[in-house]
């Protein structure tokens, strides 16, 4: 159970800003929003991660809702090499795992 | 560079073998973890490592197996009694030591049954 739902794929197109969503609405006030990016044929990787304010680094933005149970990966400007699926996870109950469920297919038209 | 490596790219199987895939680190993470990855799939967790000497099940163990001897490194054995093995494998790591369970992962290994 990835406790998290997102759609299975989203087109973009070039330069343009993409909005990827992900429910979590069963999420308790401690976990963490993680997202992942998995290029063709690699590991995933980490991208951002936050708690219940807006983040920002060199990748990407999440932006929490306010009662945190939904969230948005935002990439500024997309381009051909973040065609990727994008995971959005919440660590499970106990330790460190993660649970990674089916993931955003994001398509980038040029 | 520090990492985590994992060999080989690629691997065949015989039907009847059994077949090991490296994982190493030199992150000094504590935590390891095995992934399987399915065509068009999410990654299901096989084993994963807490602490050198211990491991536990993850959702799909049955034919597979693993060591923990050092902190550095964490092989999984694929064994005969896995029966559909074909799949992307892949090893993570993290630092129990932080709160934010960022996991950073190997390039993968494709193992194909001939």
């Known amino acids: 159970d990835a406790k998290t739902t997102q759609p299975n794929s989203m087109e973009s197109n070039e330069e343009e800003p993409v909005h990827l969503p992900c429910n979590h609405s069963?999420?308790?006030?401690?976990?963490?929003i993680h997202w992942y990016r998995q290029l063709p044929s690699q590991g995933p990787e980490y991208v951002i991660h936050?708690?219940?304010s807006n983040v920002n680094n060199r990748m990407a933005s999440l932006a929490i809702a306010e009662d945190r149970k939904s969230s948005t990966l935002i990439l500024h400007r997309a381009t051909l090499r973040d065609a990727a699926v994008y995971y959005c996870?919440?660590?499970?109950?106990?330790?460190?795992?993660?649970?990674f469920g089916g993931g955003t297919r994001l398509m980038v038209k040029p | 560079d520090g990492g985590i490596t994992q060999s080989p790219k690629y691997l065949f199987r015989k039907e009847g073998q059994n077949v090991t895939l490296s994982c190493e680190q030199n992150l000094n993470h504590d935590a390891m973890y095995w992934y399987r990855q399915d065509p068009g799939q999410g990654l299901r967790l096989i084993y994963y490592?807490?602490?050198?000497?211990?491991?536990q099940k993850g959702d799909i163990a049955e034919g597979y197996s693993v060591s923990r001897e050092k902190k550095e490194s964490f092989p999984l054995t694929v064994t005969s009694a896995q029966k559909n093995p074909t799949a992307f494998y892949l090893c993570a790591s993290n630092s129990n030591r932080s709160n934010k369970n960022i996991q950073y992962f190997g390039a993968g290994t494709r193992l194909s049954v001939l």
């Open positions: 996870i919440r660590p499970m109950n106990a330790g460190n795992m993660l649970t």
């Open positions: 490592s807490q602490i050198v000497n211990d491991f």
């Open positions: 069963t999420i308790s006030g401690t976990d963490y």
């Open positions: 936050g708690l219940t």
